[in-house]
Structures are given as C-alpha cells and as structure tokens.
C-alpha cells in the first residue's frame, strides 16, 4: 500500500487504477476479502520465495514481489498484469518456476 499510496487516490477516483486502489485499502484487513501472507526477505533484502533462476536475474526487482508472494502462498495463485511488457519476456522462465501469469493485454 505504501508503495501505491503515491501514485493513487484514496477516494477511488479518477480511474480504474484508483478505485482497485481504494477497494484494497478499504479491504486490507477483512479477512473475509483479504489473506495477509507474509513474505520474507534475506539479509542482502531479497525475496526468498524468489527463484533462484538466472534468467530472471534481470526481472523488474519491483515486480519480484508479487512473484515472491504467489510462491508463498498455499493456493493456486495466477498473476494477472495488463500492461506491464516485461512479464512477457520473462514468461517462460517464470512458468518453468511455477509462476502463473495472465496476461489481460498482449
């Protein structure tokens, strides 16, 4: 949330962005909605739930959050990104690690 708080609006407005955002925070602690998994950095402050495959060792470092996360997590998680391009590249990489990627717009 930290990090998002910068570039969205709490009040949901003006885009779709925006209202994901507030939903989130709104949500963020209804366990009904919401699983907190907590994911783990090392003492060099990298993921440990990231693969340790070296052709992901050029991947987004913001992005390896959510590839930590969907490894941490005890269920059939699926990463959904619209726009960002360089999941695309690294799809393979990431699907031989496990990694479920949904790429809304290709």
């Given at each position: 949330?930290?990090?998002?708080q910068?570039?969205?609006?709490y009040s949901?407005?003006?885009?779709?962005g925006?209202?994901?955002?507030k939903?989130l925070?709104?949500?963020?602690?209804d366990i009904?909605?919401?699983?907190l998994?907590?994911?783990q950095?090392?003492?060099k402050?990298?993921?440990?739930d990231?693969p340790?495959?070296s052709?992901?060792?050029t991947?987004?470092l913001?992005?390896?959050?959510f590839?930590a996360?969907?490894?941490a997590?005890?269920?059939?998680?699926?990463i959904?990104?619209?726009v960002?391009?360089?999941?695309?590249?690294f799809?393979?990489a990431?699907k031989?690690n496990?990694?479920?990627?949904d790429?809304?717009?290709?």
């Amino acid at each position: 949330m930290d990090e998002y708080q910068r570039h969205c609006n709490y009040s949901g407005q003006p885009g779709a962005g925006d209202l994901f955002f507030k939903t989130l925070h709104d949500h963020e602690y209804d366990i009904k909605k919401c699983n907190l998994i907590n994911i783990q950095k090392n003492n060099k402050g990298e993921y440990i739930d990231f693969p340790q495959d070296s052709n992901l060792a050029t991947f987004d470092l913001s992005d390896r959050k959510f590839v930590a996360l969907s490894r941490a997590c005890d269920c059939d998680a699926v990463i959904r990104n619209s726009v960002d391009s360089d999941w695309l590249q690294f799809a393979d990489a990431l699907k031989r690690n496990g990694i479920a990627i949904d790429n809304l717009c290709n």
